[in-house]
């Protein structure tokens, strides 16, 4: 089955700079990546997605990668604010399941 | 998008006993699944619920521990039996839109405590 890993589990990063979160899968039947970001408490949410036939998709502050040949992607936050201090997961899978990695905690600091 | 609503949101619980978390959804959803998530941990699939047929279960979890009921598309329930402090965790319940695509969408979760 599919099994996704992400780094980093913790990052700390300066208001402004940008970040960088790395998941690898190893199905390469998956076909589906999206990313959630979720707060203290909260449910996770959905903050930006990817399929397989795109090698790239931004929103604004947010931008993800996928190498399908390398099964890998990235997540790539610029000008960082507090406001985007949270725990961030990546998943892969389709639309039978997805699989999410063990999440990176991100702490923007002002 | 869809809005999952989830009860209860937290309940502490005595050992030996059984909770039923309930989730509804507000629009017909093709694919529902329940997840499990430790303090500070990822999320793990329980299940799969599939309306009208039995659920499909992930390795390590078992029917007799998650009993999971589909009756129709919009709504589901999870039950977790014979609880020990360690089902003390967060259920998250999901569901898939057929369109405009696989995105998953989730409830807000119910906190569980066994004491």
């Known amino acids: 089955g599919e099994n996704v890993e992400q780094h980093p589990s913790t990052l700390s990063v300066q208001e402004g700079d940008s970040a960088v979160i790395k998941c690898t899968y190893s199905?390469?039947?998956?076909?589906?990546f999206p990313w959630y970001k979720q707060e203290l408490g909260k449910r996770p949410q959905l903050i930006i997605d990817?399929?397989?036939?795109?090698g790239e998709k931004k929103d604004q502050r947010i931008a993800v990668t996928l190498n399908k040949t390398a099964k890998h992607f990235s997540l790539h936050i610029t000008e960082t604010q507090p406001e985007d201090s949270a725990v961030y997961f990546c998943?892969?899978?389709?639309?039978?399941?997805?699989?999410f990695g063990t999440g990176t905690r991100l702490l923007v600091s002002p | 998008s869809a809005v999952i609503s989830q009860k209860p949101s937290r309940d502490i619980c005595q050992r030996g006993t059984s909770l039923t978390i309930q989730c509804q959804v507000d629009?017909?959803?093709?694919?529902m699944f329940w997840y499990r998530q430790q303090p500070g941990q990822s999320l793990t699939l329980i299940a799969t619920?599939?309306?009208?047929?039995?659920?499909?279960?992930e390795s390590g979890f078992v029917i007799d521990k998650f009993p999971i009921s589909r009756p129709n598309l919009t709504f589901s329930t999870l039950t977790v039996s014979n609880m020990s402090p360690e089902d003390s965790s967060i259920y998250l319940c999901?569901?898939?839109?057929?369109?405009?695509?696989?995105?998953?969408?989730f409830g807000q979760g119910t906190r569980l405590t066994v004491v």
């Open positions: 629009s017909q959803v093709t694919m």
């Open positions: 199905d390469s039947a998956s076909n589906y």
């Open positions: 619920a599939n309306q009208g047929s039995e659920a499909t279960y």
């Open positions: 999901s569901a898939n839109l057929e369109t405009p695509g696989t995105e998953a969408f």
């Open positions: 998943a892969a899978g389709g639309f039978q399941k997805l699989v």
């Open positions: 990817i399929r397989s036939n795109v």
